[in-house]
C-alpha cells in the first residue's frame, strides 16, 4: 500500500538492538508509534532487542487510513515479527 502524505514526527517505527531475545511492541488503532516509545526503549534498557512498527495508514493523514484495512496490520505485525525473530 502506498500512502500519500508524510509521516508526522517521531511516529516513525523505532528499533533498538540489544541481546538475542527480541520484543516486538506494537501501537493500537489510530495510534502512532509515540505512544509505544518509552515502552520500548525501558525494555531495551533492560538488554532486549525491541522493535516497533508503525502500523500502515498510521501517523500520516486520516487518507492513509481510510484506505488501509486489518489486514495491512496484520501484515505489518506479522513481517515485524519476523525482524525481531
Not at 502506498?2 to 517521531?10: D, G, K, L, T
Not at 516513525?12 to 531475545?21: D, K, R, S, W
Not at 500520516?60 to 505485525?77: F, G, L, R, S
Request: proline fraction near 4%; charge should be negative; charged fraction near 20%.
Amino acid at each position: 500500500m502506498n500512502e500519500n502524505y508524510p509521516i508526522m514526527e517521531n511516529a516513525e517505527a523505532f528499533y533498538f538492538p540489544g541481546n538475542q531475545v527480541g520484543v516486538l511492541v506494537s501501537h493500537g488503532f489510530t495510534g502512532t508509534t509515540q505512544s509505544m516509545h518509552y515502552l520500548g526503549k525501558r525494555i531495551a534498557d533492560e538488554g532486549y532487542t525491541v522493535y516497533g512498527p508503525r502500523l500502515t495508514g498510521h501517523g500520516t493523514h486520516y487518507e492513509d487510513m481510510e484506505k488501509a484495512t486489518n489486514q495491512d496490520w496484520i501484515t505489518d505485525v506479522e513481517a515485524s515479527f519476523l525482524i525481531c525473530k
